[in-house]
């Protein structure tokens, strides 16, 4: 790779890190490392759940990772891989615009609340019945 394209990526990825982080801020997203923020996802019916929200090194060409921090105090869902990490755009069609970061992490926090929070138990159990772990990674 040419290193004057590799800096200018490098630069383009820190900035976009830089703009995610103060839209996870300003949702009360706590920055733990670099790339790690950890918060809470809630429904309007007052339901929550803690998640660890990692910008991986091509971000922002690829999605943000969610991982839920306790999944046991869910119950059985689907969509949660054996390491808690949720799989929230294997069945939406998200278009992710490199060039505006802080809409792939509002995204990402929209499908990951719906994901978790927005079906009624027998949904999820559906879903796992249906085998619904995560079909894109």
């Given amino acids: 790779m040419n290193t004057g394209f590799s800096e200018h990526y490098q630069a383009f990825r820190e900035d976009a890190c830089r703009r995610g982080g103060h839209v996870l801020a300003k949702h009360s997203f706590t920055q733990i490392t670099d790339h790690t923020?950890?918060?809470i996802l809630a429904n309007e019916e007052g339901k929550t759940v803690s998640v660890r929200i990692i910008l991986p090194l091509d971000f922002p060409d690829a999605l943000p990772e969610l991982y839920i921090e306790n999944p046991h105090a869910l119950g059985s869902r689907a969509h949660i891989e054996a390491n808690?990490?949720?799989?929230?755009?294997?069945?939406?069609?998200?278009?992710?615009?490199?060039?505006?970061?802080?809409?792939?992490i509002l995204d990402a926090l929209v499908l990951g609340k719906r994901t978790l929070l927005g079906a009624d138990e027998s949904t999820h159990r559906n879903d796992l019945l249906q085998g619904g772990r995560c079909m894109a990674g």
């Fill in 37 to 39: 923020w950890t918060g």
């Fill in 84 to 104: 808690t990490k949720l799989c929230y755009a294997a069945t939406a069609a998200m278009f992710i615009d490199a060039a505006r970061p802080e809409q792939v």
